[in-house]
Nanobody, 125 residues
Framework: QVQLVESGGGLVQAGGSLRLSCAAS????????MAWFRQAPGKAREFVAG????????YYADSVKGRFTISRDNAKNTVYLQMSSLKPEDTAVYYC??????????????????WGQGTQVTVSS
């Protein structure tokens, strides 16, 4: 089992950048695929980015491709989401997710068993 804690959210102007972090407990972090999802008010939770166990493969939603970068540091048990050129429509609660199965490109939230508590990202226009 793994516990996830996100950090790094906040208020930023459109065009700005933020880096989210997700720290995982346990000694088997490298056995989990990791992903970031987000949920805006009144909307369903949506896939943002995913990464394989080694970090060698990454996957992105079309809406963030070229602006967001997911990465992981298995020595630090941490996954990151670097967000640039932020837009007001990126405003949401961002969640870190993990699962032992899969390859990191599962875009359904039902594909992940472990979730963090979320961190708010607000982009002002």
């Amino acid at each position: 089992q793994v516990q996830l804690v996100e950090s790094g959210g906040g208020l930023v102007q459109a065009g700005g950048s933020l880096r989210l972090s997700c720290a995982a407990s346990g000694r088997t972090f490298s056995s989990y695929v990791m992903a970031w999802f987000r949920q805006a008010p009144g909307k369903a939770r949506e896939f943002v980015a995913g990464i394989s166990r080694s970090g060698g493969s990454t996957y992105y939603a079309d809406s963030v491709k070229g602006r967001f970068t997911i990465s992981r540091d298995n020595a630090k048990n941490t996954v990151y989401l670097q967000m640039s050129s932020l837009k007001p429509e990126d405003t949401a609660v961002y969640y870190c997710a993990a699962d032992r199965a899969g390859l990191g490109y599962d875009r359904s939230p039902f594909g992940y068993h472990y979730w963090g508590q979320g961190t708010q990202v607000t982009v002002s226009s």
